[in-house]
């Protein structure tokens, strides 16, 4: 005799992967098992998250060509916030946040620099956070994506051709630019001609926004400031000295741009790998890390 019961049928559990969940960066369909975005490899958790909260959380990104030091950037600037108790708080939200904050300290506590984001997106670290303000009751939602430099090049020549990083930049309300401030100085004119393409970039996508990208914020910061000369002092100054197309292009393209000086490394060594010069910090000295975002985030509440 069997003891009467119900049991589901396999057709009803199928059911359950029918239901479509939006990819909070592109916004295509997928199933609610999918751990990353089957059309930009996002990782579906930011949507889960987001729908958790009932807040629709900003983006704010940290754009830059190869080896400028974004993941050094993004993940000093948690480390520092995180830890802050007094103005500005930075509180993870989700496991997978934490990683890019952990691979940062943990590389740099072995006197290394970690290594660089790989160019597939579904290696990218992405962080969800709340940022709250001690003065203030209202705290803001924002997702920190770490981008590939070499997949922002490939975007930047080929247009559609990592929709991730079109979708992406498409809804951003803030982006950092870091512009690597040693290879500046060492007379490479990469820097600037990279920064204006990824510019104007920007203000291509207006069309596909109902915020133009003329009315955005922009930080522009120069990394590794600590191994140049009178950057810190005045970085506009700096900006004008070294970088005159530059500074044309952002008072002709933007109402809202700054420049900004920093640096993590107080002093830095080099050493020999498999023929390559890699460079290592002597010792960490973070300065001018929380400057360009706490700007950002001042544009926030003027918006407001």
């Known amino acids: 005799m069997i003891d009467p019961g119900i049991i589901e049928l396999e057709s009803y559990k199928l059911a359950r992967f029918i239901e479509q969940v939006p990819c909070y960066i592109c916004g295509q369909g997928n199933t609610s098992h999918s751990e990353l975005c089957r059309h930009c490899y996002a990782p579906m958790a930011l949507a889960h998250q987001a729908n958790s909260q009932g807040v629709a959380p900003q983006m704010v990104a940290a754009l830059g060509a190869t080896g400028a030091g974004k993941t050094v950037y993004l993940g000093m600037l948690m480390d520092i916030l995180s830890r802050n108790q007094r103005t500005l708080q930075l509180l993870a939200r989700g496991a997978f946040s934490i990683s890019l904050q952990q691979q940062t300290m943990a590389a740099l506590s072995r006197c290394e620099f970690p290594a660089k984001t790989p160019g597939e997106p579904d290696r990218w670290h992405w962080v969800h956070c709340q940022i709250a303000r001690a003065a203030q009751r209202q705290k803001l939602e924002l997702i920190l994506p ?21 979708s992406l930049l498409t809804h951003c309300a803030r982006v950092t630019v ?17 920064t204006m393409k990824l510019l104007s970039y920007l203000t291509e996508l207006s069309a596909e926004s109902p915020v133009s990208w003329q009315k955005r914020p922009v930080a522009l910061v120069f990394s590794k400031a600590d191994l140049t000369e009178n950057c810190f002092d005045d970085p506009l100054a700096y900006a004008e000295r070294h970088l005159p197309g530059l500074i044309g292009h952002c008072r002709e393209r933007f109402s809202k741009f700054r420049f900004f000086a920093a640096g993590v490394a107080g002093a830095v060594g080099y050493r020999r790998r498999g023929g390559a010069r890699i460079l290592y910090p002597l010792r960490i000295e973070p300065r001018g890390i929380v400057e360009p975002f706490l700007w950002l985030m001042d544009q926030f509440q003027e918006k407001k």
């Open 146 to 166: 770490d981008l590939a430099g070499e997949a922002l090049m490939e975007e930047l020549d080929h247009p559609n051709a990592v929709p991730v990083v079109r």
């Open 178 to 194: 870091l512009i690597d401030a040693q290879r500046i100085e060492e007379g490479e004119g990469d820097q600037e001609f990279f």
